[in-house]
T-cell receptor
Framework: GAVVSQHPSWVICKSGTSVKIECRSL??????MFWYRQFPKQSLMLMAT?????????EQGVEKDKFLINHASLTLSTLTVTSAHPEDSSFYIC??????????FGPGTRLTVT | QQQVKQSPQSLIVQKGGISIINCAYE??????FPWYQQFPGKGPALLIA?????SEKKEGRFTISFNKSAKQFSLHIMDSQPGDSATYFC???????????FGDGTTLTVKP
């Protein structure tokens, strides 16, 4: 399967600061990238869908001004958590999709806000 | 309204046994049904997927059974091994939406 990387794998930040998470598709061109949030022992919650070169589509209840998504190229999407608070602490996972149905997930980023 | 219901929530199987996880969906527009395996602290990995034009798909020890009329599909893991211990998610998507709807997950424990 295709390889998707995320960076960083783990980040700790102070409350009120912003943190950027990168998602890269390493061996294919991802026309669509998805960002998920996962709490311990729970399922994946879709936050937003982004297509290269266009604005992200956010799921209901997700603050687009807080979770900034940029899909600048077919291999890179970024999620920036602005003015992070402890309740934003979670496991953030991206996935990338090409022209077929398959989605390939990154390894995830553990965000801890202190 | 949850569109994909997964059961059981947790499952314990002896080594060599068969693990069976079930999912039911509501949206008849869904036309792609993948299963993902997730280990703690890792992202999900695509395990096997099926389209509604076939009733069964097998890849190694993993088999998906699909019942279109009942709107149900299941994952069977034959000869379960301790290394299969993980959380399994079913999902469903339709071509137009692109995004997937996930089940709540099943934590599988295979005892040696």
């Amino acid at each position: 399967g295709a390889v998707v990387s995320q960076h960083p794998s783990w980040v700790i930040c102070k409350s009120g600061t912003s943190v950027k998470i990168e998602c890269r598709s390493l061996d294919f061109q991802a026309t669509t990238m998805f960002w998920y949030r996962q709490f311990p022992k729970q399922s994946l919650m879709l936050m937003a869908t982004s297509n290269e070169g266009s604005k992200a589509t956010y799921e209901q209840g997700v603050e687009k001004d807080k979770f900034l998504i940029n899909h600048a190229s077919l291999t890179l999407s970024t999620l920036t958590v602005t003015s992070a608070h402890p309740e934003d602490s979670s496991f953030y996972i991206c996935s990338a999709g090409g022209l077929s149905y398959e989605q390939y997930f990154g390894p995830g980023t553990r965000l801890t806000v202190t | 309204q949850q569109q994909v219901k997964q059961s059981p929530q947790s499952l314990i199987v002896q080594k060599g046994g068969i693990s069976i996880i079930n999912c039911a969906y509501e949206n008849t527009a869904f036309d792609y049904f993948p299963w993902y395996q997730q280990f703690p602290g890792k992202g999900p990995a695509l395990l096997i997927a099926i389209r509604p034009d076939v009733s069964e798909k097998k890849e190694g020890r993993f088999t998906i059974s699909f019942n279109k009329s009942a709107k149900q599909f299941s994952l069977h893991i034959m000869d379960s091994q301790p290394g299969d211990s993980a959380t399994y998610f079913c999902a469903a998507s339709s071509e137009g939406a692109g995004k997937s709807t996930f089940g709540d997950g099943t934590t599988l424990t295979v005892k040696p």
